[in-house]
């Protein structure tokens, strides 16, 4: 079990690495257009280059920009050339639904040997035929599932199970953090990994009556 940083900053990235408590990355095109990210693919080759050099061995998820079989075959194929550790990210349909982005998953893994995380997955049975067709990783979207009105959590249980029932490799990330209970909620529900955001991550650690505490022992030393 472990936590991603769910980030596109250099400086996060740096942040939490030194303090060795997370164990990858993922970006999406929304977090890098947010955390400033220009300059079109170049932009994108640049920061990713940049974040993956600073994980290795961790994985860095990089997602692709277009949703043409040929294109999405090309860019992941491209992608994996940047360095060892990028993992590409693939949705599980497009935006209508068409159904040919798991044949481009398949065929990644499968032939051209490069590391699929499929995203935008928001139910187990999803997450299942994307481990089946071979993804490396099945990203599922707790935050945006909870704001539909049900508990992720069912869904990390079946997923889980029906993983590790079928021998599945696929390794499950909980995306889409909204609260800090979400980390420790889907790691016990089943989830392997959660990506979270850094503020959220930085709230996990600082507790109130941490603060009072350690400031009553630095008092006190003051007076001994
Ligand atoms: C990470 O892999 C996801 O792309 C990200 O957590 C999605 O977050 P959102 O639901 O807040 O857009």
């Given at each position: 079990m472990?936590?991603f940083?769910?980030?596109?900053?250099?400086?996060?990235?740096e942040?939490?690495m030194?303090?060795?408590?997370?164990?990858g990355?993922t970006?999406?095109?929304?977090?890098?257009?947010?955390?400033?990210v220009t300059g079109?693919?170049?932009?994108v080759?640049?920061?990713?280059?940049?974040?993956?050099k600073?994980?290795?061995?961790?994985?860095?998820?990089?997602e692709?920009t277009?949703?043409?079989?040929?294109g999405?075959?090309?860019q992941?194929r491209?992608f994996?050339?940047?360095?060892?550790?990028?993992?590409?990210?693939?949705?599980?349909?497009?935006?209508?639904?068409e159904?040919?982005?798991?044949?481009?998953?398949?065929?990644l893994?499968?032939?051209?040997?490069?590391?699929i995380?499929?995203?935008?997955?928001?139910?187990?049975?999803?997450?299942?035929l994307a481990?089946?067709?071979?993804?490396s990783?099945?990203s599922?979207?707790?935050?945006?599932?909870n704001n539909?009105?049900y508990n992720?959590?069912?869904?990390?249980?079946k997923?889980?199970n029906v993983?590790?029932?079928?021998?599945l490799?696929?390794?499950?990330?909980?995306?889409?953090t909204?609260?800090i209970l979400?980390?420790?909620?889907w790691l016990?529900?089943g989830g392997?990994?959660?990506t979270?955001?850094?503020?959220?991550l930085?709230?996990?650690?600082?507790h109130?009556?941490s603060?009072?505490?350690v400031k009553?022992?630095?008092d006190d030393a003051?007076r001994?």
């Open positions: 472990s936590i940083l769910d980030t596109g900053k250099i400086s996060e990235v942040r939490f030194e303090m060795g408590i997370i164990r990355v970006t999406n095109p929304t977090i890098l257009l947010k955390d400033g079109g693919m170049a932009g080759r640049k920061q990713s280059i940049q974040i993956a600073m994980i290795e061995p961790y994985p860095l998820s990089v692709v277009n949703n043409d079989p040929r999405m075959l090309d992941a491209e994996a050339q940047w360095a060892e550790n990028i993992v590409v990210k693939i949705t599980i349909h497009g935006p209508e639904g159904l040919e982005n798991l044949e481009v998953v398949h065929r893994e499968t032939e051209y040997d490069v590391r995380n499929v995203t935008a997955m928001m139910s187990a049975q999803q997450c299942f481990a089946l067709a071979g993804a990783y099945v599922i979207f707790g935050g945006r599932v539909m009105g992720v959590c069912d869904e990390i249980i997923l889980r993983l590790d029932q079928f021998e490799k696929s390794k499950i990330i909980v995306a889409s909204r609260e979400n980390v420790i909620e016990e529900a392997h990994i959660v979270v955001l850094p503020a959220l930085e709230g996990m650690v600082v109130p009556y603060k009072e505490t009553m022992f630095l003051a001994l």
